[in-house]
């Protein structure tokens, strides 16, 4: 582009338009602001929030502990600049009866856009790869597991949970499981749709009705589990939980000796 | 504008937005006024009768207590038995309250009138007889384990959730159903009526004290999907609350 004295005009570079923006005062203070809530959401992400999770008592539920800080990572800095902006436009705010006058409308800027969809897109894209490389490790050793693997016979109903264990000739209203050999959860509804989940083996899965829905997992640390039903399904749904234990080869080798041919009282 | 209309305008936001304020919490309050009236307990409470015998368990004492309920198919069958109900609905209904009370750290024998017949259970495991002493209940004189699954009329089932702060208690009593063929003609105000019934006792021990829900397994409310509608979707029917206190 040239003027009337035949000068051409040079167009900024996107450094220099970066720069430019950034030489603003309030653009330095919203994404310091932005800083500072993207290291905050970090912490939190990567060491509060995993102490307020259940205990892992599955390779299944660290795998997802550790997926869950990750995806808090990445978005972190995008939580982070949004917030950090709202924040500085909310204590920047007009206080008075008139307002100023409209500042010049933008129309684009097609530096700040570029730079927002190809960090966005980015950042997603981690997030899909990773979490493939997740699945796929999980899949990877569901194959592994069905060798050894110890079936329970998982059965919801309105509003309770039944555990057969076919192998040990043993059932149960409370799901006790030993350390260290895979188990495949063979679950089915008899009534309407629940949700199986016992939450410190990392494991959820639709009971659904009449039909066998299976899925594995290996319990690896000794302590207690909650089991609760994760779909609403009727008027007792918040009391639809029971316990259980993961517990040593030789307690839980005692439980069923005492259990055989019955239940437990 | 002058600086007194200033000081006006001023203090009417102050106050609308008090008065805004007063408003929501007003309006939050009785939000959560009118559903804790809802949720409130309709029925008395069926307070459990200690006795002053005491039984040995496993080398530990306890204070004795009984309790008894019955389970009527519907109003008319419930008064005939008198038990005289006072719940709207037309339901298949436990009574003569579905909020039970019982002494903490005693062996409570428990003692229901069953007067319904039934079909199937939808899970076979709640014809089984859970968390009594011996495992066992006994059936008009007779001690059994389980009910089979098509044989049962309807279950009393206490619940507990996984709590620290709370003992565990789970019991599973399978009510065997009443047919045609069942003998033992109840005693009742028209001889034209031909109910029958089942006399169902099982003990069991509580531990400290704790809120718990019970209710019954058996599907016999209505709806196309599982039974579970009516009568095992309002509560004072077919379901109820166990305070251990």
């Known amino acids: ?265 | 504008m002058s600086g007194n209309q200033s000081t006006m305008t001023a203090g009417k936001r102050v106050a609308s937005a008090v008065f805004g304020v007063l408003l929501m919490v007003a309006a939050v309050g009785a939000v959560g006024f009118t559903l804790h009236k809802a949720s409130a307990d309709p029925q008395k409470k069926l307070f459990a009768t200690k006795t002053s015998e005491t039984i040995v368990i496993e080398g530990k004492s306890y204070p004795k207590a009984t309790i008894t309920m019955g389970v009527y198919a519907d109003t008319a069958q419930a008064k005939e038995m008198g038990y005289n109900t006072t719940n709207k609905k037309d339901y298949v209904q436990y009574g003569p309250s579905t909020h039970i009370v019982l002494p903490a750290h005693t062996y409570v024998t428990m003692t229901i009138h069953g007067y319904d017949g039934g079909e199937k259970l939808n899970a076979p495991f709640f014809g089984k007889v859970i968390g009594t002493v011996g495992g066992t209940m006994n059936v008009d004189g007779v001690d059994v384990s389980e009910i089979p699954a098509d044989q049962v009329q309807h279950t009393f089932t206490i619940h507990s959730l996984p709590s620290t702060n709370r003992d565990p208690l789970f019991i599973n009593i399978p009510l065997q159903h009443v047919d045609e063929g069942d003998d033992g003609l109840l005693p009742t105000k028209d001889p034209g009526t031909n109910f029958k019934g089942h006399t169902i006792t099982f003990s069991f021990i509580t531990g400290g004290a704790g809120e718990y829900v019970w209710n019954c397994e058996y599907p016999c409310g209505d709806g196309t999907y599982a039974k579970f509608g009516a009568a095992m979707s309002a509560y004072g029917y077919m379901s109820g609350k166990v305070s251990v206190a």
């Open chain 1, 1 to 265: 582009m040239s003027d009337d004295h035949g000068l051409v005009e040079m167009q900024p570079t996107p450094g220099q338009k970066l720069a430019a923006i950034f030489k603003q005062r309030e653009v330095r203070v919203a994404t310091a602001w932005g800083v500072l809530v993207t290291f905050i959401f970090f912490i939190i992400g990567g060491w509060i929030y995993p102490s307020w999770m259940p205990i892992a008592m599955s390779t299944d539920m660290k795998s997802i502990e550790r997926l869950i800080v990750i995806f808090t990572w990445i978005s972190a800095p995008i939580c982070g600049i949004v917030l950090g902006f709202s924040i500085y436009t909310f204590l920047h705010r007009h206080k008075g009866d008139t307002p100023p006058a409209d500042g010049p409308a933008i129309r684009t800027n097609s530096l700040v856009v570029g730079l927002w969809v190809i960090v966005s897109s980015a950042l997603c894209l981690v997030a899909i790869v990773y979490g493939l490389i997740e699945m796929n490790t999980a899949s990877a050793a569901t194959a592994e597991h069905k060798k050894n693997a110890m079936v329970v016979e998982v059965t919801g109903s309105q509003w309770a949970w039944s555990f057969n264990y076919p192998e040990q000739g043993v059932v149960s209203h409370e799901l006790n499981l030993p350390i260290n050999r895979p188990v495949e959860f063979r679950i089915i509804s008899v009534d309407v749709n629940h949700s199986f989940w016992p939450v410190q083996l990392g494991v959820k899965v639709d009971a659904n009705r009449l039909q066998t829905t299976v899925v594995d997992t290996t319990p690896n640390k000794l302590g207690t589990l909650d089991v609760k039903c994760a779909e609403l399904c009727g008027l007792y749904h918040a009391y639809m939980e029971t316990s259980g234990e993961v517990m040593s080869v030789a307690d839980f080798d005692a439980w069923v000796t005492s259990h055989q041919g019955g239940h437990t009282a």
